[in-house]
């Protein structure tokens, strides 16, 4: 193991990740380096063609590691970047090590749905890093692991509560608030208990019994710290009321309630939570994350959305369910960050029929007395947001998908674009796009990406 350590690792990160896994696990995740490795890369690679990053300085086939290809690039600040793509390329390397679900897919509950999507963002060069995280973090909480989460109970007398928080989490005058394992050994908090879980696709977020809890973890994943702010822990469930008002067409994941340890007086962002209430299938229905159906499989088979009939029929019908529905909120002055994760797909034999849209933290409206200035933007900035999340990112992954010509597939779902004033922009304009690579290495920036559009190629 030695040997091989020197020779097929590259990186600090790749050896401490190799030298800490049993020893049948570190052959398999020695074996899946190489493809991980080449899997940041082509990212990076869209990233130099679509965002408006600083001058490319070499030829990126020059380059087999994206650690080298970044380094070579020599831009201003960023060393944070070619760390978090270190660790992405480690971590995605092991997620590739885990065993295939065997549950058939449509019989597979939502939590094995959230569990199948291994290789994390499919654009982002930061996929799967979680900087702070060994690979037992990675083997202990990984949602693509399967493990089940023991999340700490911390009696919290100092606290504030936000909606209908449930009373088996209250003890006396005091509330008892779920804490991720990973926080609690870190920030040393006391607990009384604790509450099994299973890790849905955002690591954070877990199913607990009829709850789906978003916790505080202060590691960087994929592209941010995860922790919850005051100004989230005391709006959570205004916005979700707000949306209940103005959304239609599709349903909402609620924010049932939220809360927070008090220090100084003010929400702890280190220590809160948000609850919501664990979406029921109904009768004959799977109920999973869009991105479980465009997710490349762990034994590298073809995406699970080509198993499910005719691409132009299934195609037809899911633009019919969510098209509409996102163009006229996006005319009424609302914009919902709808990608692959926060989209859940009902369906019935196969086809869908049912839309849930979750996580409403980063919803965007036009400015508003009832709603934080945080959430405030200008119709531009909406439109952006709603092009980038669903059309260039969400709707661009399942056309990928499916087998069936992408102009085909493009003008059937042009077919369903409602007559908004936002119709035109969509299209016949470039396609905003997140400028992922760009995010990480400048957090600040106010660019977008754009792409080519698809409707009017």
Not at 1 to 22: G, H, K
Not at 112 to 132: A, F, K, M
Not at 184 to 195: E, H, I, K, Y
């Given at each position: 193991?030695?040997?091989?350590?020197?020779?097929?690792?590259?990186?600090?990160?790749?050896?401490?990740?190799?030298?800490?896994?049993?020893a049948?696990?570190?052959?398999?995740?020695?074996?899946?380096?190489?493809?991980?490795?080449?899997?940041?890369?082509?990212?990076?690679?869209?990233a130099?063609?679509?965002?408006p990053?600083?001058?490319?300085?070499?030829?990126?086939?020059?380059?087999?590691?994206?650690?080298?290809?970044?380094?070579?690039?020599?831009?201003?600040?960023?060393?944070?970047?070619?760390?978090?793509?270190?660790?992405?390329?480690?971590?995605?390397?092991?997620?590739?090590?885990?065993?295939?679900?065997?549950?058939?897919?449509l019989?597979?509950?939502?939590e094995?749905?959230?569990?199948?999507?291994?290789?994390?963002?499919?654009?982002?060069?930061?996929?799967?890093?979680?900087?702070?995280f060994?690979?037992?973090?990675?083997?202990?909480?990984?949602?693509?692991?399967?493990?089940?989460?023991?999340?700490?109970?911390h009696?919290?007398?100092?606290?504030?509560?936000?909606?209908?928080?449930?009373?088996?989490?209250?003890?006396?005058?005091?509330?008892?608030?779920?804490?991720?394992?990973?926080q609690?050994?870190?920030?040393?908090?006391?607990?009384?208990?604790?509450?099994p879980?299973?890790?849905?696709?955002?690591?954070?977020?877990?199913?607990?019994?009829?709850?789906?809890?978003?916790?505080?973890?202060?590691?960087?994943?994929?592209?941010?710290?995860?922790?919850?702010?005051?100004?989230?822990?005391?709006?959570?469930?205004?916005?979700?009321?707000?949306?209940?008002?103005?959304?239609?067409?599709?349903?909402?994941?609620?924010?049932?309630?939220?809360?927070?340890?008090?220090?100084?007086?003010?929400?702890?962002?280190?220590?809160?939570?948000?609850l919501?209430?664990?979406p029921?299938?109904?009768?004959?229905?799977?109920?999973?994350?869009?991105?479980?159906?465009?997710?490349?499989?762990?034994?590298?088979?073809?995406?699970?959305i080509?198993s499910?009939?005719?691409?132009?029929?299934?195609?037809?019908?899911?633009?019919?369910?969510?098209?509409?529905?996102?163009?006229?909120?996006?005319?009424?002055?609302?914009?919902?960050?709808?990608?692959?994760?926060?989209?859940?797909?009902?369906?019935?034999?196969?086809?869908?029929?049912?839309?849930?849209?979750?996580?409403?933290?980063?919803?965007?409206?036009?400015?508003?007395?009832?709603?934080?200035?945080?959430?405030?933007?200008?119709?531009?900035?909406?439109?952006?947001?709603?092009?980038?999340?669903?059309?260039?990112?969400?709707?661009?992954?399942?056309?990928?998908?499916?087998?069936?010509?992408?102009?085909?597939?493009?003008?059937?779902?042009?077919?369903?674009?409602?007559d908004?004033?936002?119709?035109?922009?969509?299209?016949?304009?470039?396609?905003?796009?997140?400028?992922?690579?760009?995010?990480?290495?400048?957090?600040?920036?106010?660019?977008?990406?754009?792409?080519?559009?698809?409707?009017?190629?």
């Open positions: 193991m030695c040997q091989d350590l020197v020779i097929l690792t590259q990186t600090r990160v790749e050896s401490e990740f190799a030298a800490a896994l049993p049948d696990r570190a052959e398999r995740f020695l074996a899946a380096l190489p493809e991980a490795r080449a899997a940041i890369s082509a990212r990076l690679r869209r130099f063609t679509i965002e990053l600083p001058q490319v300085n070499t030829d990126p086939d020059e380059h087999l590691h994206p650690v080298d290809l970044l380094a070579a690039q020599h831009w201003p600040h960023s060393a944070n970047l070619i760390a978090e793509v270190a660790h992405s390329v480690a971590g995605l390397a092991l997620s590739r090590t885990t065993s295939p679900l065997m549950t058939p897919f019989e597979r509950s939502l094995e749905h959230e569990q199948s999507v291994v290789d994390g963002h499919p654009l982002h060069p930061c996929c799967r890093n979680r900087t702070g060994t690979a037992h973090d990675h083997l202990a909480y990984g949602p693509e692991h399967r493990p089940v989460v023991a999340l700490r109970l009696p919290a007398r100092d606290h504030v509560v936000f909606g209908d928080w449930p009373g088996k989490l209250r003890d006396g005058p005091s509330i008892l608030l779920p804490v991720h394992p990973w609690a050994d870190r920030l040393n908090v006391f607990s009384t208990g604790t509450l879980a299973h890790p849905l696709m955002t690591l954070r977020t877990l199913s607990a019994g009829d709850w789906h809890v978003k916790t505080t973890l202060s590691a960087q994943i994929t592209s941010a710290v995860r922790d919850i702010s005051g100004n989230s822990i005391t709006t959570a469930v205004t916005v979700s009321d707000f949306l209940d008002d103005v959304v239609e067409g599709l349903e909402l994941q609620h924010n049932r309630a939220s809360a927070a340890v008090l220090t100084d007086g003010e929400p702890n962002r280190a220590l809160g939570v948000i919501r209430d664990r029921v299938p109904l009768d004959g229905e799977t109920l999973l994350p869009l991105a479980a159906l465009t997710a490349r499989p762990v034994d590298g088979g073809p995406a699970p080509r499910l009939g005719d691409p132009v029929t299934w195609l037809t019908e899911f633009a019919e369910l969510t098209v509409p529905p996102l163009m006229t909120l996006l005319a009424r002055g609302v914009a919902l960050e709808a990608h692959e994760q926060n989209l859940l797909v009902g369906l019935v034999n196969g086809r869908p029929r049912r839309l849930i849209y979750r996580d409403l933290a980063d919803i965007r409206v036009s400015p508003r007395e009832n709603l934080p200035a945080r959430l405030h933007a200008d119709q531009e900035a909406l439109r952006a947001k709603t092009f980038a999340t669903f059309f260039a990112t969400a709707l661009t992954g399942v056309v990928g998908a499916l087998d069936a010509p992408a102009a085909e597939l493009w003008d059937v779902v042009a077919k369903t674009v409602p908004t004033p936002d119709r035109h922009a969509l299209l016949h304009d470039p396609l905003p796009a997140k400028p992922l690579t760009l995010m990480r290495l400048d957090p600040g920036t106010k660019a977008w990406a754009h792409l080519p559009n698809p409707f009017s190629s």
